[in-house]
């Protein structure tokens, strides 16, 4: 798996990203590389700056140091549209929706934003299909306000999809709070967008048994820094990951 | 432009003297709003509230030395209306379910504006009057200031350090400023949200009314007099940013220096503008205002 | 169909923005009018009712308030205004609908200046204003002078005309001319201004709060009661003037159109019994005129014996009627601002003593017809 | 690629309820001035330059969230260009009318890009400063504008009869509207609304939440200016209290009564809540009592105003 | 297991629109001693009982009764100050608090206690070191993970007699995950508190509840003692529920 990912070449990959909060270091010189069509998993403990960097790589905040590149193209501090419509899109660890809007109607905002090129009852058809895979069809014409928490959780991850030219999808915490009938579809349709369209996905989660199904590679994150790279297994082994992470029955 | 060092001095302490009764004005906009998440127009109209009580109480009960006693009574007159006037406009936005709170609370209190004002005028007369005032002018230097000038800013400085105390140094100040940025939490914390309410928007609207009181021997009371207030305090809000005390005293400070200066050295008629003109200008550079606090987005 | 009443229109200001202090005087002598004329068996046999319209000092609300007197409540004339704005808008949409109106305290030239033939004024415009003032202080010898005026048509207008008349008539004032908007709380900065220029008379050109408070101020500042000043009107006539300024009145003077020393008409004593009797303070001008306005019109009708507005406005312009003062009041198709106008007479009064009543004022200046 | 703001124009514009919705519209509009007398007339023109304002206003505020006080500056903006250039330069009017619009956009323009970054209230407070220095400039530059005494504008047919400027009024009034409602029905209405809801979501979802914001403040202040320059040239003269506070506080308690951020509520709101002001004059100083009484009555009753009743009393409908 | 249950709830309605009703007819008990697991399908009305309970809404049919009497309706500051706690599914802090003023916010009921206060925060510290070197920290810098500790590190400042956690665990590292479910054992045994757990991950909390409901639309599918039911059962219901 590893050595065909590296034939693929490289979707995004990011160099010394700093970033400083009062006395903070979130993020110390951090790098990673993600290669076209892998599903990287994002691991380590509570406050390690795995947001940090995902809000550094998506133009949330301007890095004080490094640089994100998105295939061949410099994306480092550019405003978010401009990078989501690169192709690199990402979710949010607290589901947003836009709460006055309609199911249907915040699935339809990111494939108008991306030019909706194929006509608008195409995205409504996509919308449609979406919400019924997440089970959330009866709440179509819902306002998004009157959603559960796992309810806006789903229908946060399915607006990415929305995006034909998807390229780099990352999620934070996608699978908080889903019920774990759903989380399968869930699982279900990224490895599906992944497969059939080379979306790559990096996904940040506490949940070890959903990152050992989909990751082949996992990064971990001690203290704003990179701690380890490899198979689940194998970062799962190190000592410092085990105490700083893991706790001794998880692993 | 003639004008002498003398008395350009005393231009700007009488500007920065009134500046201070004006952040007693903004605080209490800026504590209305983060409690109750409401901006409430209506606060000159209970600076005009205090500004007739002060008035009734020295002209017809107490007399001019009992004037600090006609302040207390008046700060506690606005006071109750606020916490009369609170459950029957406000409340109903906390105690149901309601979409587009803000809206109805903009119109609500927009509304209460014009009724509170109307209701002066038709009632009280379109005159001016002016409670007596036997304060003896104060002589800082060689320059003269109005007592009731003097006194009034003194009190203000009071209040404000008063206010100050309990914000940072109680309990109930804690609740008030959890209260401000979370009113769940606050909730499930065991504090009675709806009585910090009324109980917050009295103390709002009674800082209008005292400076309505203290400022009443200077400007004079008239069913509009609470506009000029409202405006002043919205300045100040956004040069000192929303929610910080230190922000108000000192967003008023720059405000009178600004004002008086400008009137004096540059153009009359745009007395009132220089102000707008402060503010723009802060938020094109900072628009959270100078003081605005910053939280976490993502 | 003939014992429909006839129906006076009245536009005044009665809410802020406008000038309400006035509006409610306004309101005061109209009504007294419509009385006054029922109380003498109406118009032509009919019965006189009034339609009392807020223009909130708006232009836009004014001239509103106009098309509905005339075209819903068939109003057959429209006085009461108090601000020049509000009548020459409403002129504008006048001139073509026909019914005549009459500027009851508006001073700005435009109202009688564009010479429309619906256009009536009994107020005293700008020149004559300031001649008096301007009078005064010739008369006292005074060179240095400072006005203070509000930025509005009132203040903008008297300003401008004291200094056409210094620099016209060469009478070698030295003039320092302030303006300030009106909605100022605090006119210290100005009158710090004003004594570092050290006038021998200020001019006080503000309406309502911002009068007092210059009165209030000047004495802190130690202007008053050495610097002599007037003021543009006669707010000091009312009794608020003790109320507010208790023990600092000296030094104050201001224009008036009346006293209670001027010789009044039949209907002008009628009037003040009335007013004294229902608002316990003797009258004053602004109610005085709107009296006056409504008690012409229905004399113009009289002669015209019809309420058609061009027999109105004909019987107007060469009739002499009888108003509240004992001058008669006519409306010759004279040049320029004295189109259509009658001014009453203008005097400067000055108080002698604390507490004193307008009638014990002293009569410091009369202009000269 | 940059996304065009009007890409899918119209996307989800229903024609056929469009046409049925305005041949509704129009035979009642239409009929009016044979039915009622002629200030009414006059009232019901003077409401429809209200329509514009509030539902311009309401594209703004309800729909895009932001909260702006400056609206009636606007539609001042536009007339005074207009006037102004009549009154100085001589102008001939089918130039100043578009003039005053384009000017009225372009403050705009200027004003959205200033506020750009800021929150909530705080774009309120500037705005409304941005409102009261304008009126303060236009009376305290008294010789260039005319100050309080009011600047003289010519009328749009060289007469004032209503009946022609309230069809005049209405007709453009449905035309803004019309636009109003593609807008809204496109994509880049969709933006507005989420832009409003969660404004660095919509970005992170390539949303140009700039550009959509600077769009709406050009469009409705575009349609103040109309707004403006039309009324401007009915009621003949322009003076600076046409920025005062409670022009834009009569503007908003029309759209929050309307319910706000819904399109229909404010523009069935409105005529009625305009015609009973100009009504309550009758009680003079009392009328302002009145009417506020009447708004925090209604606002106890329906806080969620016309619309929110409408949605209920449809929701009630549905279940039978 | 004799014992009176502390909390009923007995044929609840409840919703946020007039005339759609969220919970309809939901009656559940809740014992001390015992923890309470509430699991179900998103949208199944978990964090609707809760905030019903909680008087966050007004149940407009059926009682619910704590301590044997009726607080229908009560207010959320009565219910706490009577000894309930609500945590929350989102993260619920004072985002310009410290840590430490957020935790003091959460003794507001016993305010004038102050060696209390004392003793309680010194217990959460050693409880959540994480929050420690944060203490004076504003609460709103914290990370998600980190926001939630606090969250329910306040709420447990009162030793509640029933403690309602909506989602506590989500978020939390795979450490913290274990940690929180030892608080929870131990707030039982400890305090004797009844505990209502709603949770997603049923897979870790299975093992700890007591006693179990799976709501689906506002009405309990499924109930019964913890020991019951298993993973695959549980799957079974869920799968049930979402088809029909
Ligand atoms: N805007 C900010 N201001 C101050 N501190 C911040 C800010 N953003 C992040 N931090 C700090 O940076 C550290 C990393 O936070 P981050 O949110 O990236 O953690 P995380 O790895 O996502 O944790 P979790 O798994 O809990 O979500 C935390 O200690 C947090 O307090
Ligand atoms: N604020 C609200 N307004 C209107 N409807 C709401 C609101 N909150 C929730 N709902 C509705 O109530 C239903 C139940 O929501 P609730 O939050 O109780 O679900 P839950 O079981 O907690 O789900 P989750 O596991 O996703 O948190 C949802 O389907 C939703 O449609
Ligand atoms: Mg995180
Ligand atoms: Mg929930």
Known sequence: MTAAGSKRGTALIALGLTKHYGGLVANNDVGMRLTSGEVRGLIGPNGAGKTTFVNLVTGVEVPDAGSVRLGDREITGQEPHLIAEAGLVRSFQMARVFGNLTATENLMIPYFASGAREGAAVGVARARELLRLSALEPLADAPANSLSGGQRMLLQTCAGFMIPHLRVYVLDEPFAGINSVVKDTLIDLIMHENSSRGITFLIVSHEMEIIRRMCPLVTVMIAGRVAAEGTLDEVAAREDVITAYLGRTAA | MMYTTELLIQTVISGLMVGVLYALMALGITFIYSIVKTINWAMGEFYMIGSYIQFVAVHFLLGPNYWWLAVIISTAGTFLAGYIIEPILIKPMYARPMQRRDDYATVVTIALLLLLRSLAVAIGGPNQYRPETNLPIIWLGPLPQEGARVAASFCAVVALGLFWLVIKKTWVGLALRATAQNRVAAQTSGVDVLRLDATAFAIGVAMAGLAGALLAPLFMVFPTNGAVATVKGFEIIVIGGLGSIPGALIGGLLLGLVESLGTSFISSPYQNAYGFLLVILVLIVKPNGLFGEKVREA | ?369 | MSIGLTSNWGAFVDWRQVALVTVLAALPVAALPFVVNEYIVHVMAIGAYYVIMGASWNLLAGFTGQFSLAHHAFAACGGYTSGLLIYHLKVPLWLSLPAGIVSAGLAGFIIGILVLRMRAIYLSIATWAFAETFRILLTAAYDFTRGDLGLSVPSLYGHVRPVVYYYTFTIIAGLCLLLMHVILKSPVGYFLRAVKDDQMRAASLGVDTTRVKLFAFVVSSAMAGLAGVLNAHYVLTLTPSIVDFSEMAKIIVMVVIGGMGSFLGPILATPPIHFLTAYLTDWGEWSMVIFSGIVIVMMRTYPGGLAALLESIRRDRRRK | MSEEPILVTSGIYAGYVPGVDILRGLSITARANEITLVIGPNGAGKSTLLRSIFGFLKPHTGRVTFKGGDVTGARPSQLKASGISYVTQDINSFPLLTVQENLAMGAWVFRSDKARLNRQLERVYATFPALTGKRHERAGSLSGGQGRMLSVARELMTDPRLLLIDEPTVGLAPNLVEQVYDILATARKATGAAIVLVEQNVEQALPLADHLYLLNLGQVKAEGPGRDFDNARVRKLVQECLLG
Do not use: C
């Not at chain 3, 023990?247 to 008036?256: L, P």
């Open chain 3, 1 to 369: 169909l003939a014992q429909d009443p006839i129906v006076l229109g009245v536009i005044a200001p009665l809410s802020p923005p406008g000038e309400t202090a006035l509006g409610q005087l306004v309101k005061r002598g109209a009504e007294l009018g419509a009385d006054y004329l029922n109380e003498k068996g109406g118009i032509l046999g009919r019965k006189v009712t009034l339609s009392i319209q807020d223009s909130a000092g708006k232009n836009e609300q004014g001239v509103a308030a106009y098309r509905r007197l005339v075209t819903q409540d068939k109003a057959v004339a429209v006085f009461g205004f108090v601000h020049s704005g509000v009548n020459i808008a409403v002129n504008e949409v006048a001139k073509e609908m026909g019914v005549p109106t009459m500027g009851t305290q508006t001073g700005a030239g435009d109202v009688t200046a564009k010479k429309y033939p619906i256009a009536f004024r009994t107020h005293a415009v700008d020149p004559p204003r300031a001649a008096t003032w301007v009078g005064w202080i010739k008369k006292n010898n005074w060179k240095r002078v400072a006005i203070l005026a509000e930025t509005t048509d009132f203040g903008i207008g008297l300003a401008k005309e004291t200094e056409k008349q210094n620099k016209d008539g060469n009478l070698g004032l030295e003039i320092q001319t302030i303006m300030f908007d009106r909605t100022t709380t605090d006119l210290l900065p100005q009158l710090l201004q004003v004594k570092a220029f050290k006038p021998d008379a200020i001019v006080n050109i503000g309406v309502g709060q911002p009068l007092e408070l210059m009165i209030t101020q000047a004495n802190t500042v130690g202007l008053l009661p050495d610097v002599k000043m007037v003021t543009s009107y006669d707010a000091p006539a009312r009794p608020q003037f003790w109320q507010i300024h208790g023990d600092k009145w000296k030094g104050v003077s201001f224009i008036a159109f009346y006293s209670p020393k001027s010789e009044l008409s039949e209907l002008g004593k009628w009037f003040a019994k009335k007013y004294q009797e229902k608002f316990n303070e003797p009258p004053v001008y602004g109610a005085l005129n709107a009296f006056g306005n409504a008690v012409v019109f229905a004399q113009a009708i009289e002669k015209a014996k019809s309420t058609d507005p061009k027999a109105m406005i004909e019987a107007l312009e060469t009739g002499s009627f009888t108003g509240w003062s004992a001058v008669p009041v006519t409306f010759p198709k004279a040049e320029g601002v004295l189109w259509h106008n009658w001014s009453p007479p203008l005097m400067v009064l000055t108080y002698t003593a604390k507490d004193q009543s307008v009638g014990d004022a002293e009569v410091s200046y009369t202009l000269d017809k």
